[in-house]
Structures are given as C-alpha cells and as structure tokens.
C-alpha cells in the first residue's frame, strides 16, 4: 500500500516546496513600503512617494505651492538608506507609516493623492 502512495507524493511533494518558497521569497517584498504616504502640518503636508529605489518628498503648502526632493534610497531591514547616509526607520501598521529620524518621529498615512496633482504652480525640483 505504501508503494500505491510514494509515486504521488514524489510528484507533489516539490510541488509543494516550490509553491511554499514561492511566499517565502515574495513575503520581504511585501513589506516594502511602496506607495504615496502623507502627514499633515498645520499649513502645509509632506508626501513621501516611495517607489524603490527612488523616494521623492514632496511638501504641498495650503496655496499649492511645491517642492520635491527625489532622492535615490535602498530598503534594508525596516530602514531606507539613502545615499548619503541617512537612515530612516520605518514601521508600517495597515495603512499608518511611522517614520523615525534622527531627531523627530513622524506619522504618514497612505493616500491615494499624487502630490504632483495638488500643486497649482510649476513644482521646483531641489
């Protein structure tokens, strides 16, 4: 009887492994925090617009007037690292971003506004 079993199972047995090492291999992506991200000042929001392995900040005053820094950033273990050297530490819960900095902790949350659409002049790029 257990002869009847083996041929199946040593067919679906690496079935089995390469379906499982499939959501292994995707879950860290997965986490990446890809999106458009904003937070609220009192007359202005910031947007982070991650799209790895860019990260464009985007600042939108109450009048539309904009500002975007792109910078070029690498996602490593809960942090974004850019390339000259700072780190930001990232937690995500559902669609909250907190963004820790050197000095500040910052809360986004997700949008589905793209900033570049807000601004009501020609937007400078630093």
Known sequence: MSQRFSAPLKVALPLL???????????????QPDGTWAHRFEDH??????QLPML????????GECLMMPSRVRWQEETLLHSAGT???LTRSDDTLTVSLADTTLQYRRTSITPRQECNTQSQEI
């Open 17 to 31: 492994l390469c379906l499982a090492s499939t959501f292994f291999i995707a879950a860290p992506a997965a986490a």
């Open 45 to 50: 929001t910031v947007y982070l617009d991650i």
């Open 56 to 63: 464009s900040v985007w600042r939108v005053s109450d009048r």
């Open 87 to 89: 780190r930001w530490t």
